[in-house]
């Protein structure tokens, strides 16, 4: 029998997180200030969350903040594997990839930065330039 599972992230900005997803084309739904939205799982189990991550018909990943505002994802890892093709470890890579190059800018923008040039390499790094005037 499946269960939802939480997976511990660095992740702590949720502005980025959901610029991430939407980069990946990953649908979500977002809960209204002081509700929950559920999250689906095995024979259609549901835990609350802030947001849910839709994966498949069946399943989905929710979004929960920890004690130190950290994100967790909860999901029933095995029902995501087997209808999206998508490992727990596959899922944090794509997403934590997009939310690091998304914080990056975010605080080039917030020091005041300018951006120069971006070019993604061929390993698929991102070299980002930035000038500071001043």
């Given amino acids: 029998m499946s269960h939802f599972t939480a997976v511990e992230t660095k ?3 949720l502005v980025c997180l959901k610029r991430a997803l939407k980069d990946l084309n990953i649908q979500f739904a977002e809960a209204q200030q002081g509700q929950e939205v559920m999250v689906k ?3 259609g189990q549901t835990t609350g969350a802030l947001m849910s991550i839709q994966i498949s ?3 989905e990943i929710g979004v929960k903040l920890d004690a130190k505002g950290n994100v967790q994802f909860v999901a029933d890892w095995w029902g995501v594997e087997t209808t999206r093709g998508w490992s727990e470890e596959e899922f ?3 997403v934590t990839k997009r939310y690091s190059y998304h914080k990056v800018m975010a605080e080039i923008q917030k020091r005041g930065y300018t951006l120069e040039s971006e070019e993604v ?3 698929q790094t991102v070299q980002i330039r930035v000038r500071n005037w001043g």
């Fill in 92 to 94: 944090i890579k794509k």
């Fill in 11 to 13: 992740i702590n900005d």
């Fill in 57 to 59: 018909k069946s399943y």
């Fill in 41 to 43: 799982g095995y024979q």
């Fill in 121 to 123: 390499k061929e390993d």
